[in-house]
């Protein structure tokens, strides 16, 4: 598709970054499109197909009450539509991220998403680069390891890879299953959510008011708080965000080992350098921190789809709030593919389409559920609302989505519950009481298991994480030879395939 059948409405976005934003419109639906680069190198990175936006007013009420719009509570919603509970998803924003954030996904979301819409996966698959290795080589390109992700999980999912996927296109394809799935499913935007209190109706059961910033106000049972990590719904349910190893508020530990980093999406020069993996990740590691690499699909219909590349560098400092192109070269150079050999040339960054910096600090809920005083109604933490770790092994909307899908069956299941045990039985005034126990079983046991996931995630996101700081002296060289001796033994190198892949978090059924 040429981009002259689109209508220009914006020029220069304010880095520089893109060039021309276009729109036009295919089988009824928006499309949009970035177009990066000078009139004379046009590149296209991103296609976005925008439903109409559901800036209508809110219904009163509803079952369940999603909070956030991001892959949790797509992902949530979707679970939702599969069983047919009734649910409201709502988000802040005007219209879906188009930031750089994710852009690894896991088998283990790829399964809980065909569980709940099996065409789902062929589509985002069909959008990404199937990364069968993940490489790990010092600043002179000596490789330290490669997990082997395709021998490790080819008899277990049909899924044996990485997926590099930028993550405003697996939300894309989500809201379009949404939409296909369930009429009146779409996302309402522009709601945020500033409110929540508990209250008794005539009927005598509990709901939660959810009050929004416009003057709205919705009646729900469940309020699925799936709205990120510095989640309203968490705040107004009064539940802490602690850091999971000395449990104090993670606000009030400013920590001395945080450590920051940038993540830019770059043109890299053509022809790119040998040892440059165009289909697989690559982190080099050395003094300063890591410099990780990994090729960003192009939609089919780009211009130019070569060289389209996530960096994320490691920095011990401060970095600028958005990285520009001397910054990152300048990083690129000290210790980037090329940069201590003279085989070949150093990176070269052509330009920087989206940059920005970002501080890891682990936090976990103390729980992920939190019970109405008078029982009966639920705030249900998911995604990254419920834990927040640095990006290392690409794990946090892969756990999102697979907190939401699994939230979603036990909503499901206690709503079936409920209208099984109030027809088959006589209206007394314990009934109108939603079996309050087996709600709290389910709810609990849902945040034990999930908090408990989390918490292994965490160490092992972690344990990434004091890789990447990288280092020199003797340390480094022999953390760096115990690492090449340790994954060449095939034991080991599967299981921290299974441990990347969450396959092993799977609810068993
Ligand atoms: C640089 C970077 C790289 C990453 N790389 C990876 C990776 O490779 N793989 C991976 O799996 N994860 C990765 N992650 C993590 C991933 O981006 C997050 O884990 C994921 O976005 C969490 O999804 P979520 O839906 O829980 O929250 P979010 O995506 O944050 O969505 C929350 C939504 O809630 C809405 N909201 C917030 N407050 C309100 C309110 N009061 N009312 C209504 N709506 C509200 C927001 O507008 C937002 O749309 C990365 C993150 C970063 C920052």
């Known amino acids: 598709m040429s981009p002259e059948v689109f209508s220009q409405f914006a020029s220069a976005h304010d880095s520089g970054t893109i060039a021309r934003q276009s729109t036009g419109c295919r089988d009824g639906k928006e499309v949009g499109l970035n177009i990066y680069g000078s009139d004379d190198r046009v590149f296209l990175l991103s296609q976005s197909t925008r439903y109409p936006l559901s800036m209508s007013a809110l219904p009163s009420s509803t079952e369940v009450l999603i909070v956030g719009a991001g892959p949790t509570g797509l992902a949530c919603a979707l679970g939702l539509a599969a069983r047919n509970v009734p649910f409201l998803l709502v988000d802040a924003l005007s219209e879906g991220h188009n930031s750089s954030r994710a852009v690894l996904m896991q088998a283990s979301s790829l399964e809980a998403l065909e569980a709940i819409h099996p065409s789902l996966p062929a589509s985002i698959v069909a959008g990404g ?13 000596r490789p330290i390891f490669t997990i082997r992700m395709d021998n490790a999980l080819v008899k277990k999912t049909k899924y044996p890879f990485c997926l590099l996927v930028p993550q405003h296109r697996v939300e894309a394809r989500m809201r379009e299953a949404l939409a296909q799935k369930r009429r009146g499913g779409e996302v309402h935007w522009g709601k945020r959510v500033v409110d929540l209190r508990e209250r008794e109706t005539e009927d005598g059961s509990v709901k939660w008011d959810v009050s929004f910033e416009g003057g709205e106000t919705v009646q729900a049972r469940y309020v699925v708080a799936a709205d990120g990590s510095k989640s309203t719904i968490r705040s107004l349910a009064g539940i802490r965000f602690l850091n999971p190893y000395n449990k104090t508020p993670t ?38 921190g890591v410099v990780l690499t990994a090729p960003i699909p192009a939609e089919p219909t780009d211009l130019s789809s070569r060289n389209l590349f996530r960096v994320y560098l490691g920095v011990p400092d401060t970095p600028p709030s958005k990285p520009d192109s001397a910054y990152l070269q300048a990083i690129l150079d000290a210790r980037g593919p090329g940069s ?27 729980r992920y559920v939190h019970r109405a005083s008078k029982g009966g109604a639920y705030v249900l933490l998911a995604g990254d609302s419920a834990h927040k770790h640095g990006p290392a092994g690409g794990q946090g909307m892969n756990m999102g989505v697979c907190d939401a899908t699994e939230l979603a069956d036990i909503i499901a299941d206690h709503l079936s519950s409920l209208s099984s045990s109030s027809a088959s039985s006589l209206p007394t005034d314990d009934s109108k009481k939603p079996h ?36 020199d002296g003797w340390d480094q060289w022999f953390r760096m030879n115990a690492l090449w001796l340790a994954f060449k033994i095939p034991f080991i190198n599967s299981t921290v395939a299974w441990q990347l892949s969450g396959l092993g978090h799977a609810v068993k059924k």
Do not use: C, W
């Open 129 to 141: 680069i199937q990364s069968a290795t993940f490489n790990a080589v010092d600043v002179h390109e």
């Open 251 to 288: 606000e009030a530990t400013p920590g001395e080992k945080d450590l920051s980093f940038v993540v830019a999406d770059v043109l890299l020069e053509d022809p790119l350098p040998a040892h440059t993996p165009h289909n697989a990740i690559q982190i080099m590691v050395g003094k300063g």
């Open 340 to 366: 201590h050999t003279t085989t070949h040339p150093a990176l070269k960054i052509v330009r920087v389409l989206d940059s920005s910096r970002y501080r890891t600090r682990p936090a976990l809920a103390e």
């Open 436 to 471: 309050t126990a087996d709600a709290v079983e389910l709810f609990d046991a849902y945040s034990t298991r999930r908090r408990a996931v989390a918490k292994t995630v965490i160490d092992m996101v972690e344990g990434m994480t004091e890789l990447e700081r990288g280092g």
